[in-house]
């Protein structure tokens, strides 16, 4: 694996660093932003630096994006804010999050989510219940989007205004583990990016799946647990015209041991056909689970025709049954 192409989430400890991180504050807030003045160097030092925690993105030596977490006050609000304490709601620890930047390059990529979710879980780690901050007007709905509350006047100077908002740390970690905010791809434009996966999964989930999963739990002791289960085994009996459904917890390969397991109950001798890596599998299946059969392997690249059975059960008689694979997505046959 060639990690110079991995993107690595960290805190800012070594000099070259903060070097990177005070060239793309400069970027950020005083050539893009307009925030700050212009200076010869090129660079600006945050005035909180020595009390900053940056939490960075980086590729080799390369610093793709920051934001930083900060628990002392006062705050940046508080110096625009006379009454700050009386927009929030209770908390035990506030901290305040500043300077989030994005080389222009990466903010079409997992480099924000992947900043966010360090910086959430790090502030968990140091026990902060809230955090404060100053979202840039134009990019409101990003920052409500992933939880943050807006609260009070606009802050800032004219082209470079700041709504303050507030964020819960325990909601924001929760809409990271529900969303896998590692993963999914954000945009800093109201576009999205349509991403195509040509594998077999994950497969895409539905928005009513999706609302179902951020739901509370239901206690798999309760009644309503009960009688939605009893429901779903009564949905599959319908569906495979069974008398009886089993639901199992657990990957293809316990399905499959269970199917050999019944198969056991059979009495007389099979036929496993394997044209592939799932089909050979069966066969390992069938073997620890001590069935009494034999195997009819092809081409893994040819599918399996009722001819081609129907030859070998004339060759072979009293075969009593047949296991096989009825998609082989090893080869997509």
């Known amino acids: ?51 900053n925690t940056y939490i960075i993105a980086v590729l080799g030596r390369k610093l793709l994006g920051m934001v930083v977490l900060r628990g002392d006050r006062p705050f940046s609000l508080d110096e625009k804010l006379d009454d700050l304490d009386n927009h929030l709601p209770a908390c035990k620890r506030i901290c305040e999050i500043r300077l989030l930047a994005i080389e222009k390059n990466y903010r079409r990529s997992q480099v924000l989510p992947g900043l ?91 928005k009513e799946v999706e609302k179902a999963f951020s739901n509370n739990s239901i206690s798999h002791r309760s009644e309503k647990f009960q009688n939605d289960f009893d429901h779903a085994r009564k949905l599959l009996c319908n569906l495979v015209n069974a008398h009886s459904v089993q639901l199992l917890m657990g990957s293809g390969t316990l399905a499959n041991d269970v199917v050999a397991t019944h198969i056991a109950l059979l009495k007389g001798k099979g036929v496993i056909i394997e044209n592939g890596e799932f089909g050979n599998r069966l066969i390992d299946h069938a073997s620890r689970a001590g069935l009494d059969f034999m195997p009819l392997r092809i081409s893994s690249h040819e599918a399996v025709t009722g001819e081609l059975l129907q030859q070998f059960l004339t060759m072979h008689k009293g075969v009593s049954w047949v296991w096989m694979v009825h998609c082989e997505t090893s080869t997509g046959i």
């Open 116 to 206: 966010l979710g360090m910086l959430m879980v790090t502030a968990n780690d140091r026990d902060y219940d809230l955090a404060v901050l100053s979202g840039f007007t134009e990019q409101l709905k990003l920052y409500l989007h992933f939880g943050c509350e807006k609260f009070g006047p606009l802050v800032g100077k004219q082209g470079a205004e700041f709504q303050p908002m507030f964020l819960t740390i325990r909601k924001a970690l929760k809409f990271k583990q529900q969303s896998k905010i590692l993963q999914i791809q954000y945009m800093l434009k109201d576009t999205v990016k349509k991403v195509v996966n040509y594998l077999p999964g994950p497969v895409n989930v539905d």
């Open 1 to 51: 694996m060639n990690t110079q192409n991995i993107i690595t989430y960290k805190i800012a400890n070594e000099i070259w660093e903060f070097e990177c991180i005070h060239r793309l504050n400069y970027q950020t807030f005083v050539q893009e932003i307009k925030q700050h003045k212009k200076n010869v160097d090129g660079i600006l030092v945050d005035k909180f630096h020595s009390q």
